[in-house]
């Protein structure tokens, strides 16, 4: 029985049911009412008639007796009168009475010296009756009875009517609500219901995953919600799985997110990955509306996560959401993604001390621009020192304890934040693989020569099986700076490093982007595009035909404030561009707690302001500036629709919003201005390559993206994607554990012989 139908009969019911129950307790009321007022009318009746019987009763005047009763016979329902003696022998009677007592006088008539007037309902010769009987008195003697009956049958036909219309008003009731009910069912849950049918039939027969059209709020809500989970996980794995396909058949070497899975499990085996960084990939915070998370912007979580996802592993970070004790366990574990589980945070609390000490100030003021060199003077302080080695301790103890009894597990150490971790880590458990990547630049040694510990970030470093870093350069910079500082043997030809008879390997592994196969779908025609950017300037209040687009936490390594001078010279050099060219600038505000930061956002904000009082007009200004953080989904579109994607880093490790844009391009359209100092500018040659500091390329570079014939674009974009497509993320995690997973954790003996002798020596 379809659902409408049984949910109907059932609401029929039920109404009805406690309709009757309600209409049953009303008429019974009534009946009562009724015949309460009768029985009163009937003995006040009964008694007055009784005192005005007495004289004649007392004389014996029975003709003048019948003739009182007679008289009676007239009143509104009343059906008789009857006069009786002391022995209950009528002397009076009505004549309609006399048939209708046929010899049979009802029980109440009967003597029996009752002093008050009395009634009762009885049946009288087939009709229903009141019958109320009062004593004649004289003085204090009883001389007789007087009798009244009322027709009581227009209770029945009172009651009767109550029913019919109690009746009536049930089943127009039950029609009203079966016909409610249906329409709810039929357009609050039908029309929902075929909705997502349809839409999960052309999910399941069409090639290209169909734009969602599901019910979005109420009741649907989380419903909605969860099958368009399940419907991105088909796509995926559909795609993953046609993608395989494809790959077989042209015995091409793709790394995908499946294939990287399959692989870890495969290299790995029982190992367990523990992945190691400051940053973590998920916060909580209390918002108005309850607890909500985000993805903090930074390069590494974007790089990092699609390997957990695939492995399944444990990522250790700090905690930094003000929410984040009351979204994990004791141990401070929680599984994530929030809204789709794949793999274990386990977060670390540090004190206000610590933080200050290791991340804002050894991390961020020494390390940070001690690596890039962007004329920022590093700053180095015994007491952040000490707070650096501390914290390096707090989490090595946290990976001990993640790792306690598994059997060869592998970490993975992020960044400048851990250099002293691999040491610690190797000396608790040799048969740990250790690697750390590096994801900043590593400058050369004269420059790196100025950190006050630069011996022990060494040692620290090298305790590690396997160091990474984005290019081949950073690779050397780092080799010559081990050679310089420390006592060690470089073994150029194989890219490592032998010390104390432990080995650490080198390599370069660039870093990069997912770039998945829904981010390979078809491209929206150019019009569609057109109206989609303009409505994404419209948003800010600006007409303007032509967007161009940079995304970056703002950081003096970014060259933010240069890329902002060679768009000033743009719109000098080239006029005619005022009016038709917009740059948004996504700006996500970072490490504010340090002062030179807390600077930079405000000559950020106050160049950008300078350029736009220059040029703007009511309709149109230069540059949008957003400095806030923006959501991945936020910044697609943008990505999506830029005619050019500007990265003007003055150092950067690799950078992987340049990445991100040409990942993004599916359609093949745009063009990608790119720093010489970024790491991405050693993959992307097909970048307009730049130097930040010369505000006259910038602005040339700029005016040639517009002006790129799109044959010209397209070739470059294609050959950028051929670029990230091949060279993804997967990749670079699948390098980076299967160098791992080469590496002995201990010398061969002939190595130990050979570092003997050049210590020695
Ligand atoms: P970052 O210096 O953080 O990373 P980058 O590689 O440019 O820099 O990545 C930034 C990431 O944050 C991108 O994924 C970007 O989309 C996101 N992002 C930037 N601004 C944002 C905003 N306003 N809102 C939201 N998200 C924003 C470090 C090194 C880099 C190296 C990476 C990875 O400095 O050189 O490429 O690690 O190794």
Redesign the pocket.
């Known amino acids: 029985m379809r659902l409408a139908l049984r949910l109907n009969l059932l609401l029929i019911a039920g109404v009805a049911a406690v309709a009757m129950g309600f209409a049953y307790y009303q008429v019974r009321s009534e009946r009562r009412g009724l015949e309460r007022d009768l029985q009163r009318q009937a003995l006040d009746l009964a008694e007055s008639q009784a005192k005005a019987v007495e004289p004649l009763l007392a004389a014996h005047s029975y003709k003048s007796l019948q003739a009182f009763v007679d008289r009676s016979a007239g009143r509104e329902r009343l059906a008789g009168m009857m006069v009786s003696d002391t022995a209950g022998q009528p002397v009076a009677i009505t004549s309609d009475l006399v048939a209708r007592l046929n010899g049979k006088p009802p029980a109440i008539l009967q003597v029996d010296g009752a002093e008050e007037a009395r009634g009762e309902f009885i049946q009288l010769g087939g009709v229903r009756m009141h019958a109320a009987i009062a004593p004649v008195r004289a003085g204090e003697t009883t001389i007789g009875t007087l009798a009244v009956f009322h027709d009581a049958a227009y209770i029945d036909t009172r009651v009767g009517d109550a029913w019919r219309r109690t009746l009536a008003s049930v089943a127009f009731q039950t029609l009203l609500i079966a016909a409610v009910t249906l329409l709810t069912v039929r357009w609050g849950l039908g029309k929902p219901m075929q909705q997502m049918a349809r839409w999960m039939r052309d999910l399941r027969t069409s090639s290209e995953a169909p734009a969602p059209e599901l019910p979005g709020s109420g009741e649907f809500e989380s419903f909605t919600r969860e099958v368009s989970h399940l419907a991105t996980s088909f796509t995926a794995a559909r795609a993953a799985a046609e993608e395989e396909a494809r790959l077989r058949e042209s015995a091409e070497s793709q790394w995908t997110k499946d294939r990287l899975r399959i692989f870890v499990q495969g290299r790995l085996g029982d190992s367990r990955l523990v992945v190691v960084s400051n940053r973590e990939p998920y916060e909580h915070f209390h918002r108005a509306s309850g607890i909500e998370w985000s993805v903090p ?4 979580v ?2 990092q996560e699609p390997i957990l996802r695939a492995c399944a592993g444990t990522w250790i970070a700090q905690a930094t959401g003000d929410a984040d004790r009351e979204t994990s366990d004791e141990r401070g574990c929680l599984r994530v993604p929030p809204d789709h589980p794949q793999y274990t945070l386990r977060r670390v609390w540090l004190t206000e001390e610590e933080v200050k000490g290791f991340y804002l100030g050894f991390a961020n003021e020494g390390l940070w621009p001690l690596c890039h060199i962007a004329h920022t003077r590093p700053t180095f302080r015994a007491e952040d020192w000490k707070q650096y080695e501390a914290v390096n301790r707090k989490f090595a103890a946290a990976v001990l304890r993640e790792i306690r009894g598994e059997q060869d597990p592998v970490v993975l150490v992020q960044d400048y934040h851990f250099a002293l971790m691999p040491k610690l880590i190797k000396k608790a458990r040799p048969d740990a693989r250790v690697a750390i990547f590096w ?2 630049p590593w400058p050369n040694p004269e420059a790196f020569g100025i950190c006050p510990w630069q011996r022990e970030l060494l040692e620290g470093l090298l305790g590690a099986d396997l160091v990474g870093f984005h290019i081949q350069a950073h690779c050397n910079n780092f080799l010559e700076t081990v050679d310089r500082v420390l006592e060690s043997r470089i073994e150029w030809d194989r890219n490592a490093v032998m010390r104390h008879g432990h080995l650490t390997a080198v390599r370069r592994f660039p ?1 990069s982007v997912a770039m998945d196969p829904e981010q390979n779908g078809s491209s929206a025609s150019s019009e569609l595009q057109y109206l989609e950017r303009a409505e994404l300037l419209a948003k800010h209040g600006v007409r303007a035909a032509f967007m161009g687009i940079g ?3 703002v ?1 003096y390594t970014k060259g933010i404030l240069e890329r902002f001078r060679g768009l000033e010279r743009f719109f000098e050099k080239y006029p005619a561009y005022r009016g038709e060219f917009t740059f948004v600038q ?3 505000p970072s490490r504010s707690e340090i002062r030179r930061y807390h600077d930079f956002m405000l000559e950020v904000e106050q160049e950008a302001e300078r350029i736009n009082a220059r040029f703007q007009t009511s309709e149109w200004k230069p540059i949008i500036l957003l400095t806030r ?2 959501t991945r989904e936020e ?1 697609l579109p943008y990505y999506r629709t830029a005619d050019l994607c500007m990265v003007t880093s003055l150092h ?6 340049a990445k ?1 844009y040409v990942a993004t391009r599916s359609d093949g359209h745009g063009v990608l201005i790119l720093s010489r100092f970024t ?1 991405a500018s050693h993959e992307l040659v097909d970048a307009l390559v730049v130097n930040p500091y010369d505000t006259e390329e910038v602005a040339t570079a700029i005016h040639r993206a517009l002006e790129m014939p799109p044959e010209k674009s397209r070739l470059r974009m294609s050959r950028m994607r051929a670029v990230v497509k091949e060279h993804n993320i997967y990749r670079w995690a699948g390098n980076l554990i299967a160098e791992l997973c080469e590496i002995r954790t201990s010398a061969t003996p002939a190595e130990q012989d050979a570092a003997d002798t050049v210590l020695k020596s």
């Open positions: 912007a930074s390069g590494l974007t790089a994801h900043i870093i995304v970056d936490r950081d996504i700006g996500a953080h923006h910044i950067d490790g690799m950078n992987l919003v991100e790491g």
